[in-house]
């Protein structure tokens, strides 16, 4: 990738005129999402990856990445890609960029990874009526 590459309007690296540096609006604007762990808001921990894998973005994160359990498990089942260089970033978004299909099954699976785990607030409420119902032990 060279500089001009990375400035496309399809690589998403950080405010876009108008529109908010965080959010749904931001992360629907790129064909790819760069998430960076945040140095003051999240004291170093990765921002949320669940939403540009909501927009079915595919999704690269850096190396310190295990404070968010969405984003290990994303990793972990191949659904985003963690990069610890420049070179291993360059690399997954040259590929993304020659191939398309593949980014965009990559950003499919990173939505199916959300979609699969809908309805956790249902499942702790129907587990709290149920232990109230049980009474004490």
Not at 22 to 51: D, I, P, Q, T, Y
Not at 93 to 111: E, F, I, K, N
Not at 116 to 128: P, V
């Amino acid at each position: 990738l060279d500089r001009k590459t990375v400035q496309s309007p399809n690589v998403f690296l950080g405010r876009q005129p108008n529109r908010p540096p965080h959010g749904l609006r931001a992360w629907h604007s790129g064909n790819h999402a760069r998430v960076r762990r945040a140095v003051c808001l999240f004291r170093g921990k990765v921002h949320n990856v669940m939403e540009p894998a909501a927009w079915a973005k595919p999704i690269t994160v850096g190396p310190h990445y295990g404070n968010s359990p969405e984003a290990v498990g994303m990793v972990e089942s191949g659904a985003i890609s963690a990069v610890s260089s420049a070179p291993g970033l360059a690399a997954v978004l040259g590929a993304w960029m020659s191939d398309p299909v593949r980014a965009s099954t990559q950003g499919s699976a990173a939505r199916d990874f959300l979609t699969a785990r809908l309805g956790a607030s249902e499942r702790i409420a129907d587990a709290i009526d149920a232990a109230i119902e049980a009474g004490p032990r």
